[in-house]
């Protein structure tokens, strides 16, 4: 027999007053369904078959108040077996397991407990000590309680400090992505500043550039009339005194003249001539009126009227 009780009525007429006892039934599984369908059944007797395992679901049995497991091959319990918050009597004598689940320490109306011949961990060993009489099991189930307490307060601050370091974390993470994006936003604005200073740096050099464009015709409409009026030489400015030095000039030339033929007429054979006799009584009549200065006078009066 694998499963027992496959028909409800199997299961009931095994129940005797709140009493049920399913031992020595070679179960390999337990029966969750059937055994809900008993609420009268608080006392139940699952001892000496080949259970390995319970089933999640066993833990809703919460109407349980007396519980034996002994003699299985049970590895280990439900997580959620403290939802068992009637249970006041567990017997889990010679089975496999090592430790309990930390729901174990919300099994407040337990008062006998049996955890001999079990590979338990050191601890869990201490605290349970041995079970040799009523007075031990009950022993037995305070101080596994405690330690189960002690284990889930530690297992609880292990949680808390898990969480706080993934909270550090987070906000390490979170502050990184914030120095991130404000890095990011500040190389942004900076290449931002940057292109618009290139872009004003290209409108001032288009503008000065037009400007420029705008400044050529100007100049070489001003540079036109000014080629035109210097084709057109100068006149120079009249000569202060131009008669007077005119006048010099032909003097000086009448006197070379005049000289070159005195010359003439007083050193060679030409003086004889009636031509010669004119020149030489000139020269005498013009000696006597330079020495009188009578011409200098006369050319500074003309010089002054004119």
């Known amino acids: 027999m694998t499963k027992a009780g496959s028909k409800g009525g199997n299961l009931r007429d095994k129940l005797d007053g709140n009493e ?38 066993f833990c809703g049995l919460t109407h349980l108040v007396k519980l034996d497991l002994s003699k299985n091959k049970l590895q280990q ?37 049996d955890l001999k011949d079990n590979p338990l961990d050191p601890a869990l060993a201490r605290a349970a000590g041995d079970c040799l009489d009523e007075k031990q099991c009950k022993q037995c189930a305070s101080r596994v309680l405690q330690h189960m307490k002690a284990v889930q307060a530690d297992q609880e601050r292990e949680r808390q400090r898990r969480l706080e370091v993934e909270r550090e974390a987070e906000k390490k993470r979170e502050a990184k992505q914030r120095a991130k994006e404000a ?5 942004r604005k900076r290449e931002k500043a940057e292109e618009k200073e290139r872009r004003r740096k290209e409108y001032d050099a288009l503008k000065a550039a037009k400007r420029e464009q705008e400044k ?25 005194h131009g008669r007077a030095w ?7 030339l009448l006197l070379l003249c005049a000289a070159g033929g005195l010359v003439a007429c007083r050193v060679t054979e030409l003086r004889r001539q009636p031509l010669c006799a004119s020149v030489n009584t000139i020269y005498d009549n013009a000696l006597r009126g330079l020495r009188g200065h009578d011409i200098l006078q006369w050319v500074l009066q003309t010089e002054s009227q004119q």
């Open 183 to 187: 890095q990011e936003r500040e190389l």
């Open 77 to 113: 319990l439900p997580a959620d077996f403290g939802r068992l918050v009637n249970l006041q009597h567990l017997d889990l004598l010679n089975n496999r397991l090592v430790t309990l689940p930390v729901s174990f320490a919300q099994l407040k109306s337990l008062k006998w407990l």
């Open 216 to 240: 050529k015709p100007k100049k070489e409409t001003n540079q036109a009339p000014k080629s035109k009026s210097g084709s057109r030489p100068r006149k120079p400015p009249p000569r202060r």
């Open 246 to 252: 005119a006048v010099l000039k032909l003097l000086l």
């Open 20 to 57: 049920l006892d399913l031992s020595l039934s070679d179960l390999n599984e337990v029966p969750v369904k059937e055994l809900a369908a008993l609420p009268k059944a608080t006392v139940l007797d699952l001892s000496c078959n080949k259970l390995t395992s319970l089933p999640a679901d």
